[in-house]
């Protein structure tokens, strides 16, 4: 299932094309349009584990990302893009725990944390529940629109872009002349400051920059 990612400071992302509402000072930021995973791996006793090997694969493409605990049994997986992963945590001599239906979320850190418990002989556990989003180290207030809040809610001008209000912060400002780009204010700033982006690469209009909206402009009916 393709989804929508919001990122009010970085981007908006439609199936292939992506939205960067950014600051101007925060656009060389390298990351926009990525997610990152971290936490912490205890033993049953709650003491840490080192060595612990880390692995998230993406559900849609099957790109696996690793990591391997540090001496405080801390992790942290960078350059993750936005989606639905599985997260698995392996250790010799314990209990191997597979977390399913976890959500990465453009420009967002989520934590998950785990407990190893000993186990003698070759032992999983898989935990099918969602992990709570909690980004502890962005300030970027974010969203995520699914493909079923771009077919049942109603849309202006029939354009995408247009949806990104559903986020707080978002006032939109559709225009009606056939040579306008509807507009989005961000939190007070001015929509020069927006920058539209295509999988990471820059997509403004080439004359007016944002002012024009998105040089690629994808219909309804493709999202």
């Known amino acids: ?40 791996v205890t033993a049953s006793g709650g003491e840490a584990l080192t060595g612990v090997a880390v692995t998230a694969r993406d559900v849609n493409t099957g790109n696996r990302r690793a990591a391997t605990t540090s001496d405080t049994g801390t992790y942290a997986i960078a350059g993750l893009r936005p989606g639905t992963y599985v997260v698995t945590f392996e250790h010799a001599g314990f209990t191997t725990v597979e977390n399913r239906g976890v959500e990465m979320r453009v420009g967002q850190t989520t934590r998950l944390m785990a407990a190893l418990q000993p186990a003698a002989i070759s032992e999983t556990i898989t935990v099918r529940a969602r992990a709570h989003l909690i980004d502890v180290a962005s300030s970027d207030v974010g969203d995520t629109l699914t493909v079923e809040d771009l077919r049942d809610l109603p849309t202006q001008n029939r354009n995408f872009v247009l949806f990104a209000a559903l986020v707080p912060g978002v006032i939109p400002n559709p225009q009606t002349g056939s040579e306008s780009s509807d507009a989005l204010y961000i939190n007070g700033q001015h929509q020069a400051n927006n920058s539209f982006r295509v999988d990471g690469g820059r997509n403004d209009d080439p004359l007016a920059g944002s002012f024009g909206g998105a040089q690629v402009r994808t219909a309804i009916e493709a999202i």
């Open 1 to 40: 299932m393709e989804r929508v990612y919001i990122n009010i400071i970085h981007q908006l992302r439609i199936c292939s094309i992506a939205l960067a509402l950014a600051l101007a000072a925060a656009a060389a930021r390298g990351q926009f349009a990525l997610a990152e995973l971290s936490g912490a």
